[in-house]
């Protein structure tokens, strides 16, 4: 009964998008029915998501579509953030809203670059803003990096939340300890995702392939590598104590590493005081009895080893696979970081680069700013009409509310920056034809089918996680 309830939903929601097509189709641009300002967003994740809200909430008038490459929304939301932060999902909600405005119109499976360009919305849209993440990660530069087993935290992260096309990747769990280069909040998901008990993890979206992969993991140790010294460390104080509080996880800290700078705990900005407070406790502190035996319990261990880079990662004897990654070690001097001629080693099957994103140059009109891997903006302008909002203008900075102030700001300028001779524009009409886009009822339709899926095992869902399998489904 759900099924054809859906398939109608489905059907409905395109019939009434081909009605407002074919409408505007039918009347000459200046005719069309809506004469207010025609928006193109291109990247359906928080930034595209809260720009969009931001302009309809401000000019009722304006049409506005929103483009992504993937046949479903949210971005990062739903392919970045941990399984087990469902709170941080909850701006889900809101985006369903803006979605649900009915001078809002989501085009899935439709990318910049490829399907549609950015001179054809430049010619059809009073203002196009580009909003397409930054989904390429950088690399260290050093020898042995093209190491099997060397890799992109980022694909962990896509294999355990169901990115389409990352699920084949070649994930090693098959080996003692993992290394993650890297110190962020990102390391700290991935390295808690790896050691959560899977128990835990069931409870969440967590596709089963990782599940599956963690029933085979032979991992009892993460070992999170840091360049700089505990005052300079770049996870929040939220996914620090989630690796304190880890089931059956003794966080293992160095404490030498924090004793020549325990002075400066208490000069820390307000921002961060609370983290490098807490940091420091843990790390200095004897644990309490309780804590001691629970510790003594634990059967994995979390280490953060800073004041540390990577400079070689050296193969095992079949000269392919990673087996050690070499590391210099560092002092502090003053701000800056400077290496020393000490050296160590930590054996390793699995090595996560987790040092951030960058950008691509989706389009080649888009003046872009290859060595940052941002588009060139100044305050999310790009030239006129055109705007940059999210990761691809700031680079990636912050969580989703720091995302959405700055989308906020660039709703602002691109209603202020509208001009009333600036009508006429055909928005939708004028571009190609896209016989494979998706629409909001068919996300709409799948969202159900991974419910109905997750019941049947008793999860909240079973995420899709191909593209085809998407298409398939929505035509079924
Ligand atoms: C692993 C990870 C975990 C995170 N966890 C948290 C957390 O717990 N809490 C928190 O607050 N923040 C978290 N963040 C940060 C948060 O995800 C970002 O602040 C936010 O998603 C950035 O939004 P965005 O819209 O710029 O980019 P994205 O979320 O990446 O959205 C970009 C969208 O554009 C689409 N796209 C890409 N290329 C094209 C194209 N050519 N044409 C059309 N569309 C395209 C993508 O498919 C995507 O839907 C996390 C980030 C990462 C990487």
Redesign the pocket.
């Known amino acids: 009964m759900q099924r054809v309830s859906c398939g109608v939903l489905a059907r409905v929601s395109r019939i009434s998008r081909q009605l407002k097509e074919n409408v505007c189709n039918l009347s000459s641009s200046s005719d069309c029915l809506q004469n207010g300002p025609k928006i193109a967003v291109?990247?359906?994740?928080?930034?595209?998501?809260?720009a969009a809200q931001y302009i309809a909430k401000a000019r009722s008038d304006a049409t506005i579509d929103i483009?992504?490459?993937?046949p479903i929304?949210?971005?990062?939301?739903?392919?970045?953030?941990?399984p087990d932060?469902s709170d941080?999902k909850k701006?889900i909600s809101t985006f369903n809203k803006t979605a649900n405005l009915p001078n809002v119109t989501f085009y899935g499976n439709?990318?910049?670059?490829?399907?549609?360009s950015l001179e054809q919305l430049k010619r059809c849209y009073n203002s196009v803003i580009l909003?397409?993440?930054?989904?390429e990660d950088q690399r260290l530069g050093i020898p042995g990096e093209q190491l099997h087993n060397v890799t992109a935290?980022?694909s962990v992260?896509s294999l355990y939340?169901g990115l389409p096309g990352a699920q084949d990747v070649d994930i090693n769990l098959d080996t003692e300890t993992v290394v993650i280069v890297g110190i962020g909040?990102?390391a700290i998901?991935?390295a808690r995702l790896i050691l959560t008990p899977i128990d835990v993890l069931r409870k969440y979206d967590t596709t089963e392939v990782w599940l599956e992969k963690l029933r085979n993991s032979r991992v009892r140790r993460v070992v999170l590598v840091g360049r700089r010294g505990p005052l300079n460390v770049s996870f929040t104080v939220?996914?620090f104590r989630e690796m304190l509080k880890l089931e059956n996880v003794r966080p293992i800290f160095h404490k030498e590493q924090y004793l020549p700078f325990k002075e400066q705990v208490a000069q820390q900005e307000r921002g961060r005081k609370r983290l490098i407070e807490l940091l420091f406790k843990s790390a200095l502190a004897e644990p309490e009895p309780v804590t001691a035996e629970r510790w003594a319990r634990a059967e994995k261990e979390m280490e953060l080893r800073l004041l540390r880079s990577p400079l070689e990662f050296l193969p095992g004897s079949d000269g392919k696979s990673v087996e050690k990654i070499k590391l210099a070690v560092n002092v502090m001097k003053g701000d800056t970081v400077e290496g020393t001629e000490e050296t160590e080693e930590i054996e390793t099957g699995l090595v996560l680069r987790s040092i951030g994103?960058k950008s691509?140059q989706?389009?080649e009109e888009l003046p872009f700013n290859h060595k940052k891997g941002v588009a060139v903006n100044v305050d999310g302008r790009v030239s006129e009409g055109v705007y940059a909002?999210?990761?691809?203008?700031?680079g990636?900075?912050?969580?989703?509310?720091?995302?959405m102030g700055t989308?906020f700001k660039i709703g602002a300028n691109v209603v202020a920056d509208l001009k009333e001779e600036q009508k006429g524009k055909p928005g939708r009409s004028g571009m190609p034809s896209l016989p494979k886009s998706t629409s909001w009822a068919d996300w709409q339709k799948l969202e159900k089918i991974e419910m109905e899926a997750g019941k049947l095992l008793g999860r909240p869902k079973i995420k899709i996680t191909s593209v085809s399998e998407m298409l398939n489904k929505i035509q079924s």
Do not use: Q
């Open positions: 291109v990247g359906a994740g928080p930034a595209g998501f809260y483009y992504e490459k993937l929304p949210y971005g990062l939301v739903r392919f970045g953030v941990a932060h941080v701006c439709t990318a910049l670059g490829s399907d549609i909003s397409y993440g930054a989904e935290a980022r992260v939340n909040n990102v998901d991935v939220k996914e994103y691509i989706a389009d909002a999210g990761w691809l203008a700031t990636p900075r912050g969580v989703i509310v720091d995302t989308a």
